[in-house]
């Protein structure tokens, strides 16, 4: 069992940035991990992942703003977000994916506002 902490949420202006974390209890080098976010009153969505060895794949409303990376050797995955927009309100999530689909753990989530 692994247990994935998410942090550094909190309240922004409209065309700032922040960046969350999200640390994994156990080893996650060898995980593609995927972010997501959930906005009052919508389902789930995807935001990007990041695989194993770097490589990066990003939501179309995103791409550009946002950026993935991963420090393995301190078992964390982190999103950039700049130029952030009053619609990227939402409490973000990491996950870390299962090579056949789907997600193995999820985290309990940060709470991201962006004011405008």
């Known amino acids: 069992q692994v247990q994935l902490v998410e942090s550094g949420g909190g309240l922004v202006q409209a065309g700032g940035s922040l960046t969350l974390s999200c640390t994994a209890s156990g080893r996650i080098s060898t995980y593609t991990m995927a972010w997501f976010r959930q906005a009052p009153g919508k389902e789930r969505a995807f935001v990007g992942r990041i695989s194993w060895s770097g490589t990066t794949y990003y939501a179309d409303s995103v791409k550009g703003r946002l950026t993935i990376s991963r420090d393995n050797a301190k078992n964390t995955v982190y999103l950039q977000m700049n130029s952030l927009k009053p619609e990227d309100t939402a409490v973000y999530y990491c996950?870390?994916?299962?090579?056949?689909?789907?997600?193995?753990?999820w985290g309990q989530g940060t709470q991201v506002t962006v004011s405008s």
């Open positions: 996950a870390v994916e299962r090579p056949s689909g789907g997600y193995y753990y």
